[in-house]
């Protein structure tokens, strides 16, 4: 059964926590605030990864990342954006293409606030990851790890530590 990391505002800090942790999984999907070009050649190097670039992000990030990025893993339409918002909660243009599209995951980042919700609206899969970074408001770094069975998630998994 393949694993997914998915991991948001690094913010340039990329403790060795993700690795042991991302470890067993196949790719890394970064959900923007990255911060540097050496935390995403770090993931890279490490495992196969999807990013965005965030609102801190700039430079080279803004010219090699898409803003947005939609793709299928194992069956599953995937829909990966920095700034999404919340469930009952997303801007008028999110409305519109969550409803003329057919995603069973989307991931955000943003907020730093780690979060996982079933959208019965658009019947989707919401996470946000939270922070992995030190810069931010949050108490805890957070990660979350996908297991993925049969076109389906079958679990996620929530690393945590106090900042």
Known sequence: MPFVGIISDTHGYLGDFVF??????????????????????????YKPTKAVF??????ILTKILP??????????????????GYPKNYNKKLKEHFASNSYQLVIAGHSHILGIMYDYNYNFL???????????????????????ESKKI??????EKEK
């Open 20 to 45: 042991d942790y991302f470890q067993e999984c196949e790719e890394i999907w970064h959900a923007g605030d990255i911060g540097s070009v050496e935390v995403y050649d770090n993931l890279s190097s």
């Open 54 to 59: 965030g609102n801190i992000d700039g430079g």
């Open 67 to 84: 803003e947005t990025l939609t793709f299928n893993y194992f069956g599953l339409n995937v829909f990966l954006k920095h700034i999404v």
């Open 126 to 148: 919401y996470i946000n990851p939270g922070s992995a970074g030190l810069y931010g408001v949050h108490q805890k770094i957070t990660l979350v790890k996908l297991e993925i």
């Open 154 to 159: 079958k679990n996620a998994f929530i690393w």
